[in-house]
């Protein structure tokens, strides 16, 4: 089974490489990234959990992967992750609950589980 950490990562280098090709455009996405994840009336953290939840309602590994590890990195428990995750199943059914092992094998990774 493929580790998802290095997956992740790996990944990462052409999603940036995506980047370097629209210099302009890319820079003010990551701009409005960085600025929506900011604390603000809502957590960074309960924004991550948001977002894993919303990742995985919409298929994204990528998604499920960097926000699981980008809530741990804001503070989130295993509990708030699992909560999370669950919501994003009643939302979207089987569909989101096959995916949930990516959840766990990145916490696992994260020295999380």
């Avoid at 309960?46 to 990742?55: P, S």
């Amino acid at each position: 089974m493929e580790n998802q950490v290095p997956y992740y990562d790996d990944t990462a280098r052409y999603r940036d490489k995506f980047d370097e090709g629209l210099p302009a455009a890319m820079s003010l996405y990551t701009d409005f990234r960085k600025e929506v994840y900011k604390d603000g009336a809502l957590s960074q953290k309960v924004k991550r959990l948001i977002a894993l939840a919303a990742g995985m309602q919409a298929g994204c590994t990528r998604c499920t992967i960097g926000q699981t590890k980008d809530a741990v990195k804001a503070g989130a428990t295993k509990a708030e992750i699992l909560e999370a995750v669950s919501v994003a199943i009643v939302m979207g059914g089987t569909a989101v609950s096959a995916e949930t092992w990516r959840v766990v094998k990145t916490l696992e990774e994260l020295g999380k589980w």
